[in-house]
């Protein structure tokens, strides 16, 4: 009898409690979320068009180094040469791989002024609204343009445009809105056009005052105006403070609301690559 009922007593010990063990095993099938980071680069960027790749890009020929550092001897007397580092801004297409084509090219000297007014607005405008930003693609020669599916006339081809992704953490919305509002005051300074894509992606260029591009309702990202006033055919060679007001005279319908505007840093980018 003692024999049986030390049996059944270890039984019992050895038997794990119900409400114990679905406990054990709902805990374990719990992982831990952590927020996804905020990467829009990544979306637009692959290895072989990041910092390895340029690295490996620019060593693979002796008298590319020649050629960046005579562009950024060129921007760094315009005014605008830590608005972005300038590896990034030798990037071509997002598709460069699929149409067989370099990740980087050094444009033609004669194309190196077209993205000079569109680095000041971005210093001076694009910056201060979303903080800063990432060029992600530029110059793209014609034959890499038609591949990438861009439009015959697009202002890639010349570089007066630069596709972008924002570096701080921020909503569409918010980016859309803050960027039309600085669009609308001072783009037809610098005859800046002004495009959103799918995503964080976003479009500046200085050849025609212009926007494009929807939300993520479906509506036109900018309000339409209508510039009453002729439009400098460039902007002034020291760019125009954020503080100073265009003469330019626009009328603007249902200018939306902004929420107060977070801290942004608008220090320059410093590029460790510069002297490639």
Known sequence: MRHLLSVLFASVLAAPAPAQAA?????????????????????????????????????????????????????????????????????????WRRCGAEPFEVPPQDEWSNIVNTLRYVRDYVVPSVG???????FRNATLNRC??????????????????????????????????AHQRQGPRFNAG??????????????????????DHGHLACPKVEVKAPV?????IGGLGPAETASTTATVSAAPALKPRETVSTLPVKDPLAPL
């Open 148 to 181: 990438a599916g861009g439009a015959p006339e697009s202002v890639h081809r010349s570089m007066s445009a630069i596709d972008f992704v924002p570096l701080q953490p921020i909503g569409r919305d918010t980016m859309i809105g803050r960027l039309c509002s």
């Open 194 to 215: 002004l495009g959103f894509y799918t995503k964080m992606r976003f479009h500046v260029d200085s050849w025609k005052y212009r926007t494009w591009g929807r939300d």
């Open 132 to 138: 800063p930003v990432e060029p992600v693609s530029v």
């Open 23 to 95: 406990t054990a095993v709902a805990g374990a099938a719990q992982p831990m979320l952590f927020p996804a980071p905020f990467n829009p680069t990544a979306d637009y960027v692959e290895p072989g068009q990041d910092e390895p790749g340029y690295r490996r890009w620019i060593a693979s020929n002796p008298w590319r180094s020649g050629q960046v550092r005579l562009f950024h001897d060129y921007l760094t007397s315009s005014g605008v040469s830590y608005v972005a580092p300038t590896w990034q801004l030798l990037r071509t297409a997002s598709d």
């Open 232 to 236: 400098l055919a460039s902007a002034p």
